[in-house]
């Protein structure tokens, strides 16, 4: 059976990873986002191009609203379980 703080630090652990193989994708995405945008702008298949960019666009404004999510779910987890640490400490002493 796992401990609070083993659960904590697997969630930890796995948001991290999640950051950590998203950012790339972040990065990689935005270019692409914006090499469609310059492609269409250059006059190579406008259409599609703006479309490409706006799908991209799309979907790395919710990865990263997602990401975000997480992220501050965690800091709240995290702010939480220091609380009870510091109350346990108050406490003793």
């Known amino acids: 059976m ?3 703080s ?3 630090h697997q969630r930890r652990r796995s948001s991290g990873r999640l950051l950590a193989i998203f950012g790339p994708v972040l990065a990689v995405g935005s270019v692409g986002s914006l090499v469609a945008i310059a492609a269409a ?3 190579w298949h406008t259409d599609l191009m703006h479309r490409v960019a706006i ?3 799309i979907t790395l404004v919710v ?3 997602a990401l975000f999510y997480l992220q501050t779910r965690q800091r709240r987890a995290l702010d939480l379980a220091l609380h009870n640490v510091e109350a346990r400490v ?3 002493v």
């Open 6 to 8: 083993q659960l904590t």
């Open 2 to 4: 796992h401990t609070h």
């Open 90 to 92: 108050d406490s003793v």
């Open 41 to 43: 702008n250059a006059g």
């Open 63 to 65: 990865l990263a609203v």
């Open 55 to 57: 799908g991209l666009g």
